[in-house]
């Protein structure tokens, strides 16, 4: 008993040393999270070419001079989610932050709600295409926006991960492990499904939701139910006029860039297409990468065809211009630093593991969109998961989107919070 009463009151002064510490770390994190959040210190860091926003594309539309009762050229706008669980409406918060920033202030009452699906496996859906249209007071403006839910193409699958999430088993883990291991069976099952069987499946329903986006206009589009788009039936190369954008997050940036690629080879191997195949040649894409993962999905996958070959497929005048798919595929690479699932894109990568023949640029947006706070004098540190989703609710980033950089029209919060770095094409 003496020995331990001694040894209490030894330590007593190092106990209450460490509770003083610790109070003293307690205390200067929520003074410095104070003191942070008067200012936004956030990094924003912008290295690339230029690149239009969504307002270049609107103002286009407006200032149309096209024959009176002439189509004017659409804004479509199409969202891909990525890894995880997703349900339609998903993209709620993206679609009215870009609505807002763009002023459009009125949507159509009614979306439209489409479930894909194949003639040759009418059975197997290929998920949901939900269509809100945007526009301005007037109605000289709008913006008709997709959004693509591909999720229930997996679902059932990842099914039989269940009993390893449920009260039979799980309560057998920690706490926080049991957290841990229902993100990592949320998440990690999606791309091995994708870079497997599913892969298929899920570039088709991005086929099949540009089908629709190039094939009917808002007020021909159908209200809802199961439906299926044949690009050689509705004739989509006559609407290859209107602006096509890609939103993508985490995994979609994979999906979509690959579905591109395929379907510019495929209209250009069949004679029925040849149509679509001449417009795509000279037809821009844009493709806003959210938390961008093209490095790491490319791992372990084959290069393409025709690598390191863009200066000479891409200039006017290349000697290989002939084999041209695309008359552009903009990217823009968005990745948070302290994103775990988000990856920059090196300059070389786009000539070293992309097809050459769709004409890739590159812009990377390097930035948080989490803030970063002292971690009890330790060090600092972000939150991953909100650096991973907090994207579509960052001002940076919409204002981006919106307004592009480069241009006298950039957002202003762009202009006052990111470094712009142009870089220069080699001469071609």
Same mark, same amino acid.
């Given at each position: 008993?003496?020995?331990?009463?001694? #040894?209490?009151?030894?330590?007593?002064?190092?106990? !209450?040393?460490?509770?003083?510490?610790?109070?003293?770390?307690?205390?200067?994190?929520?003074?410095?999270?104070?003191?942070?959040?008067?200012?936004?210190?956030?990094? *924003?860091?912008?290295?690339?070419?230029?690149?239009?926003? %969504?307002?270049?594309?609107?103002?286009?539309?407006?200032?149309?001079?096209?024959?009176?009762?002439?189509?004017?050229?659409?804004?479509?706008?199409?969202?891909?989610?990525?890894?995880?669980?997703?349900?339609?409406?998903?993209?709620?918060?993206?679609?009215?932050?870009?609505?807002? @920033?763009?002023?459009?202030?009125?949507?159509?009452?009614?979306?439209?709600? %489409?479930?894909?699906?194949? +003639?040759?496996?009418?059975?197997?859906?290929?998920?949901?295409?939900?269509?809100?249209?945007?526009?301005?007071?007037?109605?000289?403006?709008?913006?008709?926006?997709?959004?693509?839910?591909?999720?229930?193409?997996?679902?059932? $699958?990842?099914?039989?991960?269940?009993?390893?999430?449920?009260?039979?088993?799980?309560?057998?883990? @920690?706490?926080?492990?049991?957290?841990?291991?229902?993100?990592?069976?949320?998440?990690?099952?999606?791309?091995? =499904?994708?870079?497997?069987?599913?892969?298929?499946?899920?570039?088709?329903?991005?086929?099949?939701?540009?089908?629709?986006?190039?094939?009917?206009?808002?007020?021909? !589009?159908?209200?809802?139910? @199961?439906?299926?788009?044949?690009?050689?039936?509705?004739?989509?190369?006559?609407?290859?006029?209107?602006?096509?954008?890609?939103?993508?997050?985490?995994?979609?940036?994979?999906?979509?860039?690959?579905?591109?690629?395929?379907?510019?080879?495929?209209?250009?191997?069949?004679?029925?297409?040849?149509?679509?195949?001449?417009? %795509?040649?000279?037809?821009?894409?844009?493709?806003?990468?959210?938390?961008?993962?093209?490095? #790491? #999905?490319?791992?372990?996958? +084959?290069?393409?065809?025709?690598?390191?070959?863009?200066?000479?497929? *891409?200039?006017?005048?290349?000697?290989?211009?002939?084999?041209?798919?695309?008359? $552009?595929?903009?990217?823009?690479?968005?990745?948070?630093?302290?994103?775990?699932?988000?990856?920059?894109?090196?300059?070389?990568?786009?000539? $070293?593991?992309?097809?050459?023949?769709?004409?890739?640029?590159?812009?990377?947006?390097?930035?948080?969109?989490? +803030?970063?706070?002292?971690?009890?004098?330790?060090?600092?540190? @972000?939150?991953? =998961?909100?650096?991973?989703?907090?994207?579509?609710?960052?001002?940076?980033?919409?204002?981006?989107?919106?307004?592009?950089?480069?241009?006298?029209?950039?957002?202003?919060?762009?202009?006052?919070?990111?470094?712009?770095?142009?870089?220069?094409? $080699?001469?071609?």
């Amino acid at each position: 008993m003496f020995t331990f009463r001694c #040894l209490v009151i030894l330590l007593l002064p190092v106990l !209450l040393a460490g509770c003083a510490g610790i109070a003293k770390g307690v205390a200067q994190a929520v003074l410095e999270k104070k003191e942070t959040s008067k200012a936004d210190t956030r990094q *924003c860091y912008v290295r690339g070419r230029p690149f239009e926003g %969504l307002e270049t594309f609107l103002g286009e539309e407006e200032n149309d001079t096209s024959e009176l009762g002439a189509k004017r050229p659409d804004l479509k706008v199409l969202m891909v989610h990525g890894m995880g669980s997703h349900q339609p409406g998903y993209s709620a918060r993206m679609a009215e932050n870009l609505a807002r @920033a763009l002023s459009l202030n009125r949507v159509q009452e009614q979306y439209k709600e %489409l479930t894909l699906s194949r +003639p040759h496996d009418p059975e197997r859906e290929l998920g949901n295409l939900r269509i809100s249209r945007f526009l301005n007071d007037d109605g000289t403006r709008s913006m008709i926006f997709y959004e693509l839910t591909w999720y229930s193409i997996i679902e059932r $699958e990842k099914q039989s991960l269940s009993f390893d999430n449920s009260e039979e088993y799980a309560f057998r883990r @920690a706490t926080v492990n049991r957290m841990l291991k229902e993100f990592v069976n949320d998440t990690v099952p999606d791309v091995l =499904m994708y870079n497997g069987t599913s892969q298929e499946k899920i570039q088709s329903a991005v086929a099949q939701s540009l089908c629709w986006m190039m094939a009917r206009e808002w007020e021909d !589009l159908p209200g809802t139910g @199961a439906d299926y788009c044949d690009p050689l039936r509705e004739n989509v190369h006559k609407n290859l006029d209107d602006r096509f954008v890609f939103i993508t997050h985490s995994l979609g940036s994979r999906i979509v860039v690959d579905t591109m690629q395929y379907l510019a080879t495929l209209a250009q191997s069949d004679p029925r297409m040849s149509a679509c195949a001449d417009a %795509l040649k000279h037809k821009k894409f844009t493709v806003f990468m959210l938390s961008n993962q093209l490095p #790491l #999905l490319q791992l372990g996958r +084959p290069v393409p065809e025709i690598t390191g070959q863009i200066a000479a497929i *891409c200039s006017p005048t290349g000697p290989r211009s002939a084999e041209r798919l695309l008359g $552009e595929l903009k990217l823009v690479a968005f990745s948070d630093p302290n994103d775990l699932f988000s990856y920059p894109l090196p300059p070389r990568f786009l000539d $070293e593991y992309l097809d050459s023949r769709i004409c890739p640029t590159l812009t990377n947006v390097i930035l948080n969109v989490a +803030p970063v706070n002292d971690l009890f004098g330790l060090g600092d540190m @972000a939150n991953p =998961m909100s650096a991973h989703i907090s994207y579509d609710n960052d001002s940076r980033v919409i204002g981006l989107i919106a307004r592009g950089i480069g241009s006298p029209d950039t957002d202003p919060k762009v202009k006052e919070c990111c470094t712009w770095i142009e870089t220069v094409p $080699e001469k071609q």
